[in-house]
């Protein structure tokens, strides 16, 4: 079946570090891969996302590309702000049918000042 | 301007009783879903309905009873509350059945006593 493997957190940075969050997929076909965020007792929000290989998904400074050689959708930042302090879950949706999301068990990261 | 409402946003309620969450979407959408989120942030789909059709339906106790009155709507009712029905229930829409992109409610956080 469809699946998505996140790494563990939680992850805690200082302002202006460097941010990966891996996601690794399982699927059958070419599934659409997407990034959610939940903000502190807020819903989840659509961050990015990619349909096919080798697109590039970016939106506020994050940024994930779609790798069907490794099956990776790992998110990236260059420079995370406190504001950034939230959980990220990684997603998949496969094509055709009556779909659904799959999602991984989410990323919770704390950036401090 | 709410997309997507819940109420209520927080719910307190003995074991053995019965209660309902509403969700109401003003974003034109034809599917809406339902999902559980655990305590440790684990979230899983429950139902999904388009057009007023059941169209998704996971592996949830009888107890859970989803309605969709029209299009804008889908409420979520549970009979017989459990100790371990304890979470935070999202309500989710979007356009088309194949769409992975979700707009999320704000959730209500559900306590059984």
């Known amino acids: 079946g469809n699946s998505v493997t996140q790494m563990e957190g939680p992850v805690t940075l200082s302002e202006e570090a460097f941010l990966t969050i891996n996601c690794t997929y399982t699927?059958?076909?070419?599934?659409?891969l997407f990034w959610y965020v939940q903000y502190p007792g807020e819903g989840l929000q659509l961050l990015l996302k990619?349909?096919?290989?080798?697109d590039k998904g970016s939106n506020k400074g994050f940024e994930a590309t779609y790798r069907k050689e490794t099956t990776s959708f790992h998110l990236e930042k260059g420079s995370v702000q406190v504001s950034d302090s939230a959980v990220y879950f990684c997603a998949l949706s496969r094509q055709g049918g009556s779909e659904k999301l799959v999602f991984g068990k989410g990323t919770k990261l704390t950036v401090n000042p | 301007d709410t997309a997507v409402s819940q109420t209520p946003k927080y719910l307190v309620t003995q074991m053995g009783n019965d209660k309902s969450i509403k969700c109401e979407q003003n974003?034109?959408?034809?599917?809406m879903y339902w999902y559980k989120q655990d305590s440790k942030k684990f979230l899983k789909i429950m139902f999904s309905?388009?057009?007023?059709?059941?169209?998704i339906n996971e592996t949830v106790p009888n107890r859970f009873s989803p309605k969709s009155p029209d299009k804008a709507h889908l409420n979520l009712h549970i009979n017989s509350l459990e100790l371990g029905d304890s979470a935070v229930y999202f309500c989710?829409?979007?356009?088309?059945?194949?769409?992975?992109?979700?707009?999320f409610g704000p959730g209500t956080r559900l306590t059984v006593t």
């Open positions: 699927a059958t076909g070419y599934p659409s």
């Open positions: 989710a829409s979007s356009q088309g059945r194949t769409s992975g992109r979700q707009y």
């Open positions: 309905y388009n057009n007023k059709e059941l169209i």
């Open positions: 990619a349909t096919k290989a080798d």
């Open positions: 974003l034109g959408h034809d599917t």
